[in-house]
């Protein structure tokens, strides 16, 4: 096994069309926007979209990495009533402790100071106890806003600095999809118009939040749902496993006392993060198919990619050997922990 | 109550058979007490048995000829592979690995996973399965094969009709009278054949037009071979197992067919121990033209799936143009017939694409899996090899040849006419010619001129080529030496190494393996030897180049001269290649060792993915480098 030259050309294969397509159209999108708009990479895909999309419009248009996390910003926004339909609904069964801690990121001592004991053994499913959720969550409405608030400003003064939450900025978020939460969510806190360009979306259009839209789009597809027989959505776990910065998940953020700058906390590091130079050699496979492609005018349809994606999701034997490894990633938001897309899909 | 007492006879039956069978229990008993027989894992995989012993059986008996596995723990197939004097003796492998094998310390593996079929096709049971018309229709040449035949019929699922073309009177007579006396035949059709159309022939002159009456046919016919002295039955034994025999499989085709409407044509995947290009057209496609004029065939690809050895059950309906003809013997070759390169050849090669052609699906039953697909990637699984696996193959030669274009060596763009479209790109530039496609049509009918010069015999070189074209362009000599040249560097420049082959090779001369390169090629020696100093082969070889020394390899010139200079050199030789034509057919025909690795475009084909036309420089630059990286490893298993 020779990794190296596997991993690469690997990449230029499986990765390289997929991002070709996607930052080739984003930047025809972006022409139809306003003319102060700044892209945003949501963090972690956002680390090799940032790439492939410098690599195709260096200068037209600004951009930066954005260290982002559903999780994150469900957290600091636990005491906001119109984040709750984002952060509460989505599906969850056990006790009131484990959804604090799971879905907020509260401490146990934290979760202490919110409920009572006998509360926190209560056992709950969502989306089913919502309403009731909910009705918890107002209870101590104030004693979350003194836990969250302080991290909430950092993190405004952080979107600040980045041009994100300035006035005259209309900021457009760049990541792989599909509900577009994190986008909603900082539509919510920034109190303005948010773009969103994605490569598959549940559903594309303009959602109104606390008086602001954001605005969802598509690049692949739109109208589809997990398990509904769409292959680049139903095995998108090899392109998330693939398409992620070399740190784990953004969890918090701290302001440094001494100068304007910020320190960025991030949780455990799946295998492929702690095998960084692994993923980068994908990923430089990657990048060398989208030069090649924007330098001499090839376009990869949506058809191309389709077929592409689909022989390797199927067939373990084209995926070499080098790259199984690097298909492990973390689900966070669903609590399965690692999961491994060759085992799960039976490959 | 019932169950209870099905168990007890089970138990008591099996417990009988242990008795009976004292060596088979003994090895049962051992294989099961260390895992490398697992009745939960086999029967997952192949079915119900009455009891342990007799799934254990089955496996005994059909691992001599196909590639079941016992467990997880013990991949037959590779055992077989790996030791083909096991094979060749018809030993059952895991015996052999248990008694023997293992303390003689022979290669065995776990459970390999060559091949994975992306959808599985389930049976479902139903009222009217059993109720479908049946044909079964024999070619039966060696005399033996009617007990063979009878044994295998006397188990069948359902009721039948059987048809015979017999070699001779005695087996038409002995055919006769032994299927008449089987409970589930029906009626038996029996005649004396003519020794022209082979299996094919005989059944289509005599029995044609009937088989259309019913909804189900199979074919077979009997099949030997002789190596090493002994008759070879695994290929039929193997064919055998999974079109009439395994009561399973059996079963399963007959209800898939019932339920599915779609499907047209069914066969075992290839048989595993043939050659790995047995999927090939190889020299078959012009005989094949008939069927493209007559039904309209696609036979573009250069890999097809095929029913190899010419066994199958069909829908007859998804074959009525080929059953609907009038033939007489005298529509088919007479004998003697090649080994390969005949109107059959290409016949036993179309029955899947005009079943295609007819609206239904090919099926197939990868024994390895046990499952039933209408996937057809399965011919990777031949092509299902780790570097270190090839290593290990060729480390045993002397001398290990090594073709170079797409063996070693690989274009960044695939194409091989783009270095003469960027040379003509840039003459254009320079005013030289107006059009660059104009000029690759130029420069390559000038190398055809010149092979009708020499009446196709010998090979042209490029800087001969280019002496035709000076004529057609109006330069000189010297000038057109200079194009050639330039010619050669914008394919030097797009010359890169097949990273795994290039360090086998110099993995090869560390173990003090004799390394030589032939190749078929308008190149002259010293233009081969720059490339190959490219691509980061710098070790001392041996060099033969078509174009240098006159021999081509796809003519036989080339291997009639290395077979020669083995043979003096008295040492052993193997060849590495791509072409299934002249790096493996005709150089086994002499009587040469050789691997057939995979052609880029045939890897990305096997792959599932559509050939591009590659006919344009937007396509070239598209296409190329994906396909070129897909085949960097000419084998599945990177």
Redesign the interface.
Known sequence: ??KN??LY??G??FLG?VLSRYVSVVSEKLSQLPENKKVFHLAREGYALEKAFDHVMPNNVPSAYLNVSRVFLFRIMADVDASWPLSVKHGFSGTLAQFLHARFAFSQQEIDTLVSGEQQEKTLVLPDDYNNVCSILKACQHKIRELVKPTRDVYLRYLDTLGFAHHDVTPVVLDVGYSGTIQKLLTLLVEKEVHGIYMITTQTGSVALGGNNAHIDHVFKTDVKMGGGYTLLDRSMFLEALLTAPNGQFVDIIEDGNTNTFHFCYGKKTYTQENFSDLDTVLSGALS?VE??HN???H?SLNDIE??FA?YV?????L???SWPLFVFDDAISGEGNVNPLSFF?? | MKNTLRKIVRSTQQTVEKRLQPSVAKAFKHAKAEGIFDYSWYKEHYGQFPHELAAFKDYQSKSTSSNVNPSAQFDTEYYLRSNVDIYLQGEAPLTHYMYHGRHEGRASSGVISRWLPASELLAKDSATWKQQKIAIVLHIFYPDFVKKFAATLSQFPTNIDVFVTAASPSIEKAAAQTFKKLRKVNNVFTVVSENRGRNFGPFLVHFGKELLNYDLMCHLHSKKSLYSGREQTQWFDYLNNFLLKDKHVVKSVLRLFNDNEALGIYYPTSFWMMPAWVNHWTCNKPFAQPFVDNWGLDISDNFLNYPVGGMFWARPKALAPLLSEEYTYEDFPAEPLPNDGSWLHALERVLGLLAEKQGYKQFFYYPPQGKFTTDKTYISSSYYKSPESLLGDLQNFDIVSFDIFDTVLRRQYIAPDYAKLKLGKALVKEGVVTSAEAFVAMRNNAELECRKAQNFEGDVSIFEAYTQLSHALNISESEASKLAEREFHYDLAMAMPKDEMVKIVHELHAMEREIWFVTDIYYTRQQIEKMLRKIGIAIPFKLFVSADIKKRKDAGTMWTHIKSLTETEGKSFIHVGDNVRSDAQICGDFGLQNVHILNPMDKWKIAGFDIPALDSEQDILKWGPLISNVGRYPFFGE
């Open positions: 096994m020779l030259i596997s050309d690997f230029y294969n069309p198919c090649h492609a001499h005018h090839i990869y077929t592409l022989a199927t067939q373990r034997n084209l070499p050997r080098a039976g490959l």
